[in-house]
């Protein structure tokens, strides 16, 4: 009885006068915490408390008697009290309110650009906040699908941290952060947005309260388990977008060396981590739906040197086909891919690299979206004051081609970010920017190759120097 007294005397009642103190202080609860929540807590603690005292005096009466119906009761009691104790932290957790001038949510390339175009421009310590699920400072996503994966010199946080290659003087450790009076809220999940209230709830009950909000929130990697495929569960099925999936594929790669890899896309996903498998000694078969890999940006010329380069260095393609189904071995783990066309491939290792889907799911029916993004100006204002949208998950007008376009690249999310934060600043100091002029640009790189790709895919291209008897043992070509 002791512990029991011990909860509810001390704990639970510094809670609810805490808590009482804090609720009918507060006039603005609206978006911030339900009332009735509050006043049922408050009144289940003081329900508690009479229901201990008669038990309490229970035990005083029958001490030299304690029967199995009254230790029955404690223990109800006590867990009771419990739970009240977690419910009770998680409603004072509500009223503890961050307060930024600026909050940033999202953790990646975008995020980690933003923060340091607001240092360039004038940052004050505590003006700003990053508030990342994800458990690291933002760092370069790109490296994950390639040198991450090496079997030698692989690369390693703290080495690709944002702007690395950018600005070596600058690289964005944690400690930058510090130094610069930036808070960094890590592995912190915001589970709720309400832009009218401009109020951000985490996973923890914790508010955080801002003037001006940057969305940065990125894309998801899209699964086969989102269309039901059957056996998409299974062991040893890979899906790749942060480094935590990255680290578990470089796992399971050491757990079946020199195995039997199946990529599923023909993207710069699908290239970049096949390529890498390869390098790994892996058997590696690519499988892809459309007639060329990279459709959506390589002619069929083009195409045809890489897939040709990719079958030399031992890839097998089975285009124009999708994955149907997995089957497992007898520890559930993935062993058999079954194709649309009928074949089926043997797989120790796969990786599922299909496109992204833009993390737009917090502001829905607050603000205009438009291709499964969220719309933008071109200074990267939503339809919301004082909210601005950035990277991924950015609808934005391509002044040069004069339409609405969403962009999932490296180039446009640091771009993005700087100009957005350059709109922020000048719009405070009384001026005004010009709108975002963006040339579209990807690049990527497999094996000893690589590429830059600027511009729209249209029209017919004409190949400069003949990509089929090079002058160097290396062969290069340009397309215009």
Known sequence: MKVLKSIISEELNRLKKDIELKFYAEHRLSGIIEKEEVINWLSNVKGINSEIQIIEQD??????????????????KTKEAQEL????RSHRLKFEEKHFKYIIVGGGIAAGHAAREFTRKGLQPGELAIISKEGVAPYERPVLSKSYLFPNGAARLPSFHVCVGDDEKERQLPQWYVNKGIELFLGTEVVKADLASRTLTVANGRIFMYRILIIATGSEAIKLTDFGVQGAHAKNIFHLREISDADELVKGMKRKKKGKAVVIGGGYIGLEVASAMRINDFEVSMVYP?????HGLFTPAIASFYEKYFSDKGIKLFKGTVVVGFETASNEEVKIVKLKNGQVLLADVVVVGIGGRPLTTLFKG?????????KTNGLFRTSVPDVYAVGDVATFPV???GDLRRVEHVDHARKSAGHAVGAIKASEDGKSIGEYDYLPSFNSSYFDLSWCFYGDNVGEPMMFWDKST?????PKFVTY
């Open 470 to 474: 090079p002058s160097t043992t290396k």
């Open 366 to 374: 607050q603000v205009q979206e438009e291709q499964g993004g969220i």
């Open 399 to 401: 002044k040069r081609y």
């Open 290 to 294: 459309e007639p060329w890999f990279m």
């Open 59 to 76: 035990i005083e009466k029958h001490k030299y008697l304690l029967s199995a119906n009254l230790g029955k009761r404690v223990d109800e």
């Open 85 to 88: 104790l977690q419910t009770g």
